[in-house]
């Protein structure tokens, strides 16, 4: 098993975000995914990520940049070190960073990645069904509003 799961290489040439700490871009008016940008803001006690929603001019640029389409937010996508990932493999780059004992969502790198892809691309496709969707980017908490960029 790998440290990491392999990164999805940029479609153009040069890195999102050349700045040393995390980034993570989510769709703002997903209830699921801006559950998962506060729960990392709770762990993260480093306060080493950034955030971006993929609404916002930098998000849409950046999915663009990855070959990711901008009619619809159904994966995240982290920026950690220079490598961009996306889906399943987002979220285990996510956790890794954060260290123990996060970094345990390295196990899920056992699953074969059309395994990870589909699974991660069932509960995307019924987010907003099963979790619920706000009309607009909710209005960011203080700790998060401090760490938004975008």
Do not use: H
């Not at 871009?25 to 709770?42: A, E, T």
């Not at 070190?81 to 956790?95: E, N, P, Q, R």
């Amino acid at each position: 098993m790998t440290d990491l799961p392999e990164p999805k290489r940029p479609l153009l040439p040069g890195r999102a975000s050349d700045a040393d700490r995390p980034l993570i871009v989510f769709d703002g008016v997903c209830v699921f995914c801006s559950g998962f940008v506060q729960m990392i803001v709770k762990l993260d006690r480093d306060k080493r990520f950034r955030f971006a929603t993929a609404q916002s001019p930098f998000g849409e640029a950046l999915f663009r940049k990855y070959g990711l389409p901008t009619d619809n937010y159904e994966t995240n996508l982290a920026v950690i070190d220079g490598d961009a990932f996306t889906k399943l493999d987002s979220f285990v780059a996510v956790m890794a960073a954060l260290g123990w004992p996060w970094r345990a969502a390295r196990l899920l790198l056992v699953l074969p990645r059309p395994l990870r892809d589909w699974l991660y691309d069932r509960v995307a496709r019924n987010r907003y069904a099963l979790f619920g969707r706000k009309d607009s980017c909710e209005i960011p908490s203080a700790e998060l509003r401090q760490r938004l960029i975008g």
